[in-house]
């Protein structure tokens, strides 16, 4: 590399300078406070883990999106991580032992191999909460509630939008139709994209029954408000059990949210298929129009604990700090600056650690050193006093 380059960063990841970076520690300190005050517990995963335990129950979305490493020590594979939330998982299964619920949370960097979409930052602060140890509404409206509250507390609180979805409906789809993996594959990548032209296509080379194809050519238009549901009821009355209980399960946690969140715009997307790989149960996303990609995303993945050894029921949400702080538009409340001259006088030294104790920014200045230095005020010496002098 050439040495004008050397400054350079890889493609898509970015640094973070002043003040953004204050910023963003002082929503990560709100945001982890908030989680505190919910009952749920901090837990630090380690960067880097052995690259089966990282991909452990998620199938190869995540392993596309992960770099991986040789271990010079033991000459095993390793892993950077590219979620936290399979950590969070193998934390709860192995190491915390609890049987009932148990609430973790996190906040720390994850590193992708490929950008989510083109614009996005190849190492996000990945902030997120997990429950482990409860299957049913309750656990999915705590969580979706946190989310909200975070995004609230975070600032970004006009014109959400709460997009909620369930795998169960697809999952069901996909008994009755008899598909193989290469067929349901192409299916669900047509219904991700919303291609209808290509999904009429499609089902037009299936030997299925043909009531099973209206349903599987409904499926993708099945989207938009409350309404959804009942057109949905109607539609596959005579689909399997499972589906039914699913759009059963969404209607009663739609009437859940809205009750505590009556301001929340709530759409339906009943061939939302986000993380199909591990998601079991009900999926959701809060969005805004004032950004593209979601804010903040999860869902219920009950099936992961299994692949740790130990069976949880488990739901949980995630968020890239640094959109939040982007979006919120947060200004976080400036530390005054005050400029101290050079010296070891003991009672300049003392006014300036009194200062510094109650949160104020001093800069004393180094014998020198010429560079001007911003600030809105400065220690004087006043009738033998150190006082402290606006500019």
């Known amino acids: 590399m050439a040495l004008a380059d050397r400054w350079l960063l890889p493609e898509g990841v970015k640094e973070i300078l002043p003040p953004e970076a204050s910023q963003i520690e002082a929503m990560r300190r709100r945001l982890l406070d908030l989680f505190e005050s919910w009952g749920y517990d901090l837990v630090l995963p380690p960067l880097m883990e052995h690259l089966d335990a990282l991909l452990t129950g998620v199938g190869g979305e995540l392993d596309l999106n992960t770099f991986k ?28 032992r609890n049987e009932g619920a148990s609430r973790l949370c996190y906040c720390g960097s994850v590193l992708h191999a490929r950008s989510t979409q083109p614009l996005a930052s190849r190492n ?73 032209p290509e999904i009429e296509r499609f089902l037009k080379t299936l030997d299925v029954d043909a009531r099973v194809l209206e349903l599987l050519a409904e ?35 739609a009437q859940r949210v809205a009750k505590r969140f009556p301001e929340l715009d709530l759409y339906f997307d009943l061939s939302e298929l986000r993380g199909y790989n591990y998601h079991t149960g009900v999926v959701f996303a809060a969005y805004t129009p004032a950004y ?43 530390v005054s600056l005050v400029t101290a001259p050079a010296g070891e006088d003991a009672a300049l030294l003392e006014k300036i650690n009194e200062l510094r104790a109650q949160g104020v920014r001093v800069i004393q200045a180094l014998s020198g050193d010429n560079q001007a230095v911003k600030s809105s005020a400065e220690l004087v010496l006043e009738n033998g006093e150190w006082t402290v002098k606006g500019l």
């Open 219 to 253: 499926l993708p238009r099945l989207h938009g408000g409350i309404e959804v549901l009942a057109k949905a009821k109607v539609l596959f009355s005579d689909a399997l059990e499972d589906v039914l209980d699913a759009i059963a399960y969404l209607e009663e946690l």
């Open 292 to 334: 593209g990609q979601a804010l903040a995303k999860g869902g219920r993945y009950d099936d992961i604990g299994r692949d740790f050894g130990r069976a949880r029921p488990a739901t949980g949400f995630s968020a890239d700090l640094k959109t939040l702080v982007d979006l919120a538009s947060m200004q976080v409340a400036q």
């Open 124 to 196: 996000p602060l990945q902030i997120g909460a997990e429950l482990f140890g409860h299957a049913g509404l309750d656990s999915d409206v705590e969580v979706i509630a946190l989310m909200i509250a975070t995004l609230h507390k975070a600032g970004a609180d006009q014109e959400l939008s709460l997009d909620l979805g369930h795998v169960g409906i697809f999952r069901g789809l996909m008994v009755d139709a008899g598909m193989t993996s290469a067929q349901q594959n192409e299916y669900q990548g047509m219904l991700q994209r919303k291609a209808l």
């Open 69 to 96: 490493l040789t271990d010079q020590l033991s000459g095993h594979t390793l892993g950077i991580r590219a979620d936290i939330t399979p950590q969070v998982a193998r934390i709860d299964a192995h190491r915390m």
